[in-house]
Nanobody, 119 residues
Framework: QVQLVESGGGLVQAGDSLTVSCVAS??????MAWFRQAPGKERAFVAN???????TYADSVKGRFTISRDNPKNMVYLQMNSLKPEDTAVYYC???????????????WGQGTQVTVSS
């Protein structure tokens, strides 16, 4: 059974940092990604990383967020710095075997972790 479980969300103030984590079990994903969904908005790409560590970012988080992975532990992390109120969302990790920013291309998702940034 394939399972993705996020952790590490919480309530922080603008300018703070926070790291969310995701552990995968049941499958090794060549590509792992983070998406986020704010209330009333569609799920949006944040960042992804392939097995060798190459990553891409949405323009809105470039320079502030860093995605990384620990292959032996089958985990992916998202370090978020200089957080803004507009970063408030449920953050989801997802995995597939090819790199893409389109959420419909991902079959396996975690349950999400809430990140709230107060002003």
């Amino acid at each position: 059974q394939v399972q993705l479980v996020e952790s590490g969300g919480g309530l922080v103030q603008a300018g703070d940092s926070l790291t969310v984590s995701c552990v995968a079990s049941g499958r090794i994903f060549s590509n792992m990604a983070w998406f986020r969904q704010a209330p009333g908005k569609e799920r949006a790409f944040v960042a992804n990383i392939n097995w060798s560590g190459s990553s891409t970012y949405a323009d809105s988080v470039k320079g502030r967020f860093t995605i990384s992975r620990d292959n032996p532990k089958n985990m992916v992390y998202l370090q978020m710095n200089s957080l803004k109120p507009e970063d408030t969302a449920v953050y989801y990790c997802a995995g597939n075997q090819w790199g893409t920013r389109e959420p419909t291309e991902y079959k396996f998702w975690g349950q999400g972790t809430q990140v709230t940034v107060s002003s």
